[in-house]
């Protein structure tokens, strides 16, 4: 199998007033087709490593390869080609556009990447009959529930069927029914459709869905949790 992500050494130190040393030292491998959860207690770095390995942060020491690609040699247009292609990320928290629908919303990556969505109505109705969003793809995120905006957030990361999804905590505003039915679909689709999941939870129960767990305490990865 070949190697999805590759982090090596990566440190990060935020300054605001002080130094706060942040991530210290991870190495990471990710195997295609592989589903990482990533556990760890609030504080200890979890959110910042999805942000360096996905290139939405850079990394002040070590590397990272994601894709094939360096990410601190890589071009703009190259970046943008793996966003819109490669992977696509779920955030923890402000993760739609709040002037689109739902609807637009989640067709977006595909209109930035110039496709045509009229031949994506049909994964858009699986998706949104999936994830139970079908009666408010019309809204405004603000018309919607929380739970209902990280399902959609989570059908804009899958229409355009990437090869990796960083997730941070993405059932950490659903129910008890509704997170198992999201971890549900991850899990078929890391299953069926082997595209690798990288997913920061609370929940040792989710993290069980995983095909393996990696323990973060204080910025560096760790044998087991507390
Ligand atoms: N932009 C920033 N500037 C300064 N410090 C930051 C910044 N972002 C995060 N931190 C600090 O870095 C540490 C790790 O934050 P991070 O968001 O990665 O934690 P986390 O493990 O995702 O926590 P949670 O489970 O609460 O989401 C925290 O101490 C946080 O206060
Ligand atoms: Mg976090």
Partial sequence: MSKIVKATNLKKTYYSGVETPV???IDLEVEEGEFVAILGESGSGKSTLLYLLSGIEKADEGEVELLGKRLSSVSDAEMSALRRNGFSFVYQFDNLIENLTAEENIYLPLRLDKKNVAEYKEKFDELVGYLLISHCVKRLPK??????QQRVALARALITDPKIIFLDEPTGSLDAKMGQQVMDLLKDINENRKV???MVT???AHADYATRQVYISDGAVCDKAD
């Fill in 23 to 25: 991530i210290r030292g």
């Fill in 143 to 148: 018309q919607l529930s929380g739970g209902e």
């Fill in 196 to 198: 690798a999941l990288v």
């Fill in 202 to 204: 609370h929940s040792k």
